[in-house]
């Protein structure tokens, strides 16, 4: 299969995009574990993704008269990140720049999302984007959408569809994120005991299944660790609470570490122990771990509550955006796009895998 690569720094800092040439049928099958590498051996790859530029020229639909008509099947409206992730959607698909969005919140719910995609596909729009909520479950309508000639780009999150079923990935690399969180732990704890209890995203997200993945897969070169139980918090900040609450009545006294998949679970979680009267942070007796580095999960970071937080970019709109006028020009397009992360630890902590918060940071963070 013909395969090229090129990295490509977006203007708005902190986006690395992994482009890998179309046309192929699995080349995006896997992209949160293909777009790393991708990134590294860019440099020393021939950027050229251009030989299929008439392949995706041909998957370009006939413009409908000077505005882009795109719909965005979003996952719902759970947290910080994603209300952050839809409003740059507004903002980057607004009718100034050409854009008619239609915008369908499926509050979290699979049925309204496959719905909300069969109506984009009936009303004959020119894109469709989709966060898909789980993993499973695509084939039936990205075969329709297929059939009929609408592109499809998938956002944010990955599902187990064969990739000649979609156009194009944008998004993070999840598995990366939960690696990053176990390497920290291993480098502050420095081989201390941990007892471990997550509280992980929505059942079938990919975003959770990442996270547990890759944090598990450092947790299983640590004997000295013990996951001692995990629960789903779907993402909320009520979830977070709720399986913190239940947590703290089955293990009080027996855990030093608490994973949260995301800020909101995290917030939940902190508000649980306060009532219990469990310590957290740098000067706790519990260590807490969050994802997404929203800005206020961010502040509790700088304030030493939240002792590491691995950042997931909810602004993604902008490379979708670039994917879709390449395809409405005819060029070549980049199949797998990974937005890139960092993460980040409170003051006091050193690390090789983390930046330690500053005011100057927070105040760079808009979300
Ligand atoms: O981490 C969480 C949101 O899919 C990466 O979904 C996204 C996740 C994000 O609800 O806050």
């Given at each position: 299969m013909l395969r090229k690569k090129l990295a490509v720094l977006l203007a708005t800092a902190m986006v690395a995009a992994?482009?890998?040439?179309?046309?192929?049928?699995?080349?995006?099958?896997?992209?949160a574990e293909e777009a790393p590498a991708a990134a590294d051996d860019a440099a020393a790859d021939d950027a050229a993704p251009a030989e299929d530029a008439a392949d995706d020229a041909a998957e370009a639909p006939a413009a409908s008269g000077d505005v882009i008509t795109v719909g965005y099947a979003q996952v719902g409206h759970e947290s910080d990140w994603r209300t952050a992730?839809?409003?740059?959607?507004?903002?980057?698909?607004?009718?100034?720049?050409?854009?008619?969005?239609?915008?369908?919140?499926?509050?979290?719910?699979?049925?309204?999302?496959?719905?909300?995609?069969?109506?984009f596909i009936t009303q004959q729009l020119d894109y469709i984007v989709i966060a898909p909520i789980e993993t499973a479950g695509w084939d039936t309508v990205l075969q329709e959408a297929q059939d009929a000639g609408i592109p499809v780009i998938i956002a944010d999150r990955e599902?187990?569809?064969?990739?000649?079923?979609?156009?194009?990935?944008?998004?993070?690399?999840?598995?990366?994120?939960?690696?990053?969180?176990?390497?920290?732990?291993?480098?502050?704890?420095?081989?201390?005991e941990a007892n471990i209890l997550i509280i992980e995203g929505s059942v079938g997200a990919s975003a959770a299944l990442g996270?547990?993945?890759?944090?598990?897969?450092?947790?299983?070169?640590?004997s000295e660790w013990k996951i001692l139980d995990h629960?789903?918090?779907?993402?909320?900040?009520?979830?977070?609470?709720?399986?913190?609450?239940?947590?703290?009545?089955?293990?009080?006294?027996?855990?030093?570490?608490?994973?949260?998949?995301?800020?909101?679970?995290?917030?939940?979680?902190?508000?649980a122990m306060d009532a219990a009267g469990i310590t957290y942070g740098v000067d706790g007796d519990v260590i807490i771990i969050s994802f997404d580095a929203t800005h206020d999960g961010l502040?509790?970071?700088?304030?030493?509550?939240?002792?590491?937080?691995?950042?997931?970019?909810?602004i993604q709109a902008a490379v979708v955006a670039e994917v879709i006028q390449k395809m409405q020009n005819?060029?070549?397009?980049?199949?797998?796009?990974?937005?890139?992360?960092?993460?980040?630890?409170?003051?006091?902590?050193?690390s090789q895998y983390a930046t330690t918060m500053t005011e100057e940071i927070l105040a760079g963070r808009a979300y």
């Open positions: 992994s482009i890998v040439g179309c046309g192929g049928a699995d080349q995006a099958a896997a992209p992730n839809t409003q740059n959607y507004q903002d980057v698909f607004s009718a100034e720049n050409g854009y008619e969005l239609s915008l369908i919140d499926c509050d979290n719910d699979n049925a309204v999302q496959l719905e909300a995609v069969r109506n599902i187990d569809a064969d990739a000649s079923l979609y156009d194009a990935w944008v998004g993070t690399n999840t598995k990366n994120e939960g690696v990053t969180a176990g390497n920290w732990l291993a480098e502050y704890l420095d081989g201390k996270r547990s993945e890759g944090f598990d897969e450092v947790a299983a070169q640590h629960q789903s918090g779907d993402f909320t900040q009520d979830g977070g609470q709720e399986v913190m609450e239940s947590f703290i009545k089955s293990y009080e006294g027996q855990f030093n570490v608490v994973v949260c998949h995301n800020d909101n679970e995290a917030y939940g979680a902190m508000d502040q509790y970071t700088l304030d030493g509550k939240i002792n590491c937080n691995v950042e997931c970019n909810p005819g060029e070549s397009f980049e199949a797998t796009t990974l937005v890139n992360d960092e993460a980040f630890v409170a003051p006091g902590i050193e």
